[in-house]
Every structure is written in structure tokens, then in C-alpha cells.
């Protein structure tokens, strides 16, 4: 069989950010490339930003000057549409408007010769439908590259329902010779990464809604007991609300009102205040000082367990770390079993699912220690103990720097004051928000281990894609299938289900290949 093609000539529609970037990958990729652009002067300035891109790499060792000096002589500035007649593949990047798109299509398909692959890097339109105004629909293909395109390292290959075996091969050939790591979605929503991604920003936004945490809240918790680099309501504000709101809407148009994409009120609210993000000098935060918040601040050392009895009780990995870590901070570390006569300084609760309501374990009344339950599966309100303090994290908590609490009208201070103790001495920071299943992070995390679920299920992409997708296209600390792996499905699981149990709503239902998978004992990538 033969190697996939990657073309003598290649042509670039549009020469904005995202135009000008995929030209730049093509030169450097040894590709001569044809950039056009309607208007003169864009196309100047998209050929100057180019230049000035390929300046910089070299300035910075990303490669040589000779290697930049002859990426250039590569680029030919297309003044018409005409000029790109001869290029085996065309990628467009002209705004999101699916009529100019269509537009585009057509007139290449005349232009350009019968064999000419036609690429739109179009994020949110179905490839399917720009394809049917070419001439060859076969030759469509979608080839989404993330902004910038230069920096990340990322491909979505998108076949349409009328793509070719041959327009696939072309377009993955030529994302690798760039450099990029290509992973290969089917038609859809979102396509693969941006829909396993919604969860982000979606379920936040629910987290909002209900008032369990605040903004800054949220992001804080995102950043520091997850790892990602921002919160998403920072990462709201610098896409812009008003684009993240009409993504939300096109979700739901293209899916006929799937609820877990639904657009959230919030989003309208802000965009009908124009309040739209950093474009606009505000949005969730206000920007007319500058940066909206300080560096995050350093957890304290663990340490000052003092030899203190602590009884953690569960068999999951989270117990399982939970005992490590606090074995290292000098705690006396036992299962609830071991105890004997002796009364602990704490009792922690960290099974998932939580065991039912009077099968808890000892700690909490009246004269006996105070008690430490996590909620994931279930709030604290539905644990059946008024007077225990509740908390979360997720595996791996190496790297974790804080600890979620929530606590009753009912709790007791002495639960309270272990819970912030026992953050301090594990080197965790605490946050206090309200009473909900899986508290911040766990609602986050668990539902785009679960959106994760339904796109592998469903077909849209590999779970090997979808990991390599996720991290490399959103910076997410790790992949949703590997966060899945790394907390247990079943942990996961029980805890979609005990938003569904508390909530009863559509967008907490379970991924069937999530259910299957721990019905029966199966991994998922």
C-alpha cells in the first residue's frame, strides 16, 4: 500500500491568526504554500505575522536560520482565489459562518483540480454540511488545528460522512509532516476534543448556578486540588463569554437539545451586560488593573501528626493515599478494625460508594471523635450523620495542594477544626463551600471522565485520542480516560449517579459504556 501523500502545494485560505499559523507549519514542514486573503492588506499582515513567527522560532532555537530563511522563500502570496489552482490540498480558515464556508467550497472545487483535497479548519460546524457544496464531497475533510496553531501541537482530523479513505490519508499525512500529533474524530459536536472538553465550563457554570462555591472559588479549586493551569471561568473570560455562549447554543441546535450541553442562564445574563471577558475589560472577573488575581499560595508542609491515632476506613485508591499521606505527616495511621478499645484522635470516612445511612463507622457522637466523611456519591446532608464535617479530593494526590470541606447548620466545631487541622498536616490548603455530591472537583472531573465515555461509546474517537486530545488541546493536567483510570470508574460512576439520585437531571446520566465498563471489571483504554 502506498504512503500517504503530502502535496508539492499547499493553500491557505484566510490569513488572520489561525491562517497565518497553518501557512507557517506548512513552510516549515518543506510544503511550498500559497496564502490568500480578500483583502490586500490582511494578507500583508497575516504574510508579516508569519515571518515574524518563523524570526522568533529561531531566536529561540526551536529551529535554525537557515531552516527558517528557506521556510520563507517557500511562502507565495495567492492575490486571488485563482492563483491557488495546482494545490493538492486547500485548507480554509475564514471566519465561522457556514454560508461563506460553503461559498468557499464550491468556487475551490471549480478552481482546483479534481484530485485536489478541499480542508476546512472550521471548530464548531459540522464538516458534513460544508461538504455537500463541493463538487467532490469525497475530497472533504476537516483538519482543526488548535490557537495558536504554531504552539499547539495538536491536529483533529474530522471525516465527514461523505469524506474518502484517500482525503483522510492526505490530511493526516500532512498534519504529521508539520509536526502536529493527529488524532481522528468523526462528524459531531464538538467534534471529539471541544466536546469532551464542555464539561469544564459547563458543569462549572451549574456549580455557579446552585451556589455551591463562587467564581473565584471554583477557579481556585480547579488550579490547586486539580492542577489545571486555569480555573474556567478564567479561561471564560479569555476566550469570551459571548463565544462560549453561541458554542453552547450551536451544541445544542446541531444535538436537538442534549441536556449536558445545554447553554446555562448565567452565560446569557453576562453577555446581554456585555460583560464579555478580557476583550471587553471585564467578565467574571474585571481586568481595568491588570491581572485579576495574585500568584496562588504555597500549601503549607505536611508534618505535626504527632503520632495521633487516625482511623481511615475504605478500600478504594483515594483511602489508599489518604493513609499513605498521612503516614508521612506522623499521624498513627489505622483501618477502623485496628483500633481496639483505643479512641482515635479523627475518624475518616473515605469510602465510595458511602456506605448507607446507620452504617457508618464509629466517630461523630456525642463524647467519642469527631468525624470526616467524604462526599462523592452523596452530599453530606444525605449521609445520614448531622454532626460530621465533609470533604473531597480525587486521585492522584501527589501534587494535590488542597482539600474541598462543607459542613451542616448541624456540624460540630470539634469536626470542623479536625477537618482543617488534618488539611494542614497532609501540606493541603482547605477551601469551604456548600453541601453537594462530589462537592467542585468531583463534579468536574466525574463528568468529563463521563462525557469522555459517551464520545468513546458512541464512536466519535479513540480513548487513546480523546486523551491526547484533551491534554494537548485544552492543557488539561491529564487526559479524562487516564483521570478515570487513576480515581476508579467505579468512584466515578457512583458519583454521576449520586447527582443523578440528588439532582434527577438528564445531564447527570450515566455513559452506558462507563456503567458497563465497571458492571464488568472492564478498562477503558
Known amino acids: 500500500m502506498a504512503a500517504p501523500e503530502v502535496p508539492d502545494r499547499l493553500g491557505v ?16 514542514a518543506g510544503i511550498e504554500t500559497w496564502l490568500h486573503d480578500p483583502f490586500a492588506d490582511a494578507l500583508e ?12 522560532g529561531a531566536e529561540r532555537g526551536r529551529w535554525g536560520e537557515d531552516e527558517a530563511r528557506a521556510a520563507g522563500e517557500r511562502l507565495r502570496l495567492a492575490l486571488s482565489l485563482e492563483e491557488l489552482a495546482g494545490c493538492g490540498l486547500v485548507i480554509e480558515a475564514a471566519p465561522e459562518r457556514p454560508d461563506l464556508k460553503r461559498e468557499l467550497f464550491a468556487r475551490l472545487s471549480e478552481i482546483c483540480g479534481d484530485d485536489a483535497v478541499l480542508a476546512t479548519n472550521t471548530s464548531s460546524i459540522l464538516i458534513s454540511s460544508l461538504a455537500a457544496a463541493a463538487a467532490r464531497p469525497e475530497n472533504v475533510v476537516g483538519m482543526h488545528f488548535f490557537n495558536p496553531p504554531p504552539l499547539m501541537r495538536l491536529l483533529e482530523v474530522i471525516a465527514a460522512a461523505q469524506t474518502g479513505e484517500r482525503a483522510l490519508a492526505m490530511a493526516r499525512a500532512v498534519g504529521e509532516a508539520m509536526g502536529r500529533r493527529v488524532i481522528v474524530a468523526s462528524d459531531g459536536p464538538g467534534f471529539l476534543v471541544n466536546r469532551c472538553g464542555r464539561p469544564f465550563a459547563g458543569e462549572a457554570l451549574r456549580l455557579l448556578q446552585e451556589r455551591v462555591a463562587t467564581v473565584e472559588q471554583i477557579d481556585r479549586i480547579c488550579r490547586l486540588a486539580g492542577g489545571f493551569r486555569m480555573g474556567p471561568f478564567e479561561l471564560m473570560d479569555l476566550v469570551g463569554i459571548d463565544v462560549g455562549f453561541e458554542v453552547a447554543k450551536s451544541f445544542t441546535e446541531q444535538s436537538f437539545g442534549e441536556p449536558r450541553w445545554r447553554p ?33 499560595e504555597d500549601p503549607p508542609a505536611p508534618g505535626g501528626g504527632a503520632g495521633r491515632v487516625v482511623a481511615i476506613d475504605g478500600s478504594g485508591v483515594l483511602a489508599r493515599e489518604l493513609r499513605e499521606r498521612a503516614a508521612r505527616a506522623g499521624f498513627d495511621v489505622r483501618e477502623p478494625a485496628e483500633l481496639g478499645s483505643q479512641a482515635p484522635w479523627l475518624v475518616v ?4 460508594p458511602a456506605p448507607l445511612a446507620g452504617e457508618d463507622l464509629l466517630g461523630g457522637a456525642p463524647g467519642g471523635p469527631p468525624l470526616l466523611v467524604l462526599c462523592a456519591d452523596r ?16 486521585p492522584p494526590l501527589e501534587g494535590a495542594k488542597l482539600m474541598e470541606l462543607t459542613r451542616l447548620p448541624t456540624t460540630s466545631p470539634a469536626a470542623a477544626a479536625a477537618a482543617e487541622e488534618l488539611a494542614s498536616a497532609l501540606g493541603l490548603l482547605h477551601e469551604w463551600v456548600e453541601d453537594a455530591p462530589g462537592l467542585v472537583l468531583g463534579r468536574i472531573v466525574c463528568q468529563l471522565v463521563n462525557e469522555a465515555c459517551f464520545a468513546v461509546g458512541e464512536g466519535v474517537g479513540s480513548p487513546e485520542d480523546v486523551d491526547a486530545g484533551v491534554t494537548l488541546g485544552l ?9 478515570g483510570r487513576a480515581i476508579g470508574l467505579d468512584h466515578v460512576l457512583a ?3 449520586g447527582l443523578w439520585a440528588e439532582r434527577r437531571e438528564e ?14 471489571g472492564a478498562s477503558i483504554g
Open 13 to 28: 485560505v484566510g490569513a488572520g491568526t489561525m491562517g497565518s499559523g497553518i501557512a507557517q507549519l506548512g513552510v516549515l
Open 45 to 56: 499582515r497575516g504574510a508579516e505575522r508569519l515571518r515574524e513567527g518563523l524570526r522568533k
Open 264 to 296: 446555562s442562564p448565567l452565560q446569557a445574563q453576562m453577555v446581554a451586560a456585555g460583560r464579555l471577558g478580557r476583550k471587553t475589560g471585564r467578565g467574571w472577573y474585571s481586568y481595568d488593573r491588570g491581572p485579576h488575581r495574585p500568584d496562588d
Open 349 to 352: 470516612d473515605a469510602e465510595c
Open 379 to 394: 452530599s453530606l446532608a444525605e449521609r445520614g450523620r448531622p454532626e460530621a464535617c465533609g470533604f473531597h479530593l480525587l
Open 475 to 483: 492543557n488539561h493536567p491529564r487526559g479524562p480516560l487516564a483521570w
Open 495 to 497: 458519583t454521576v449517579d
Open 507 to 520: 445531564r447527570y446520566r450515566a455513559a452506558p459504556l462507563l456503567r458497563r465498563a465497571v458492571a464488568t
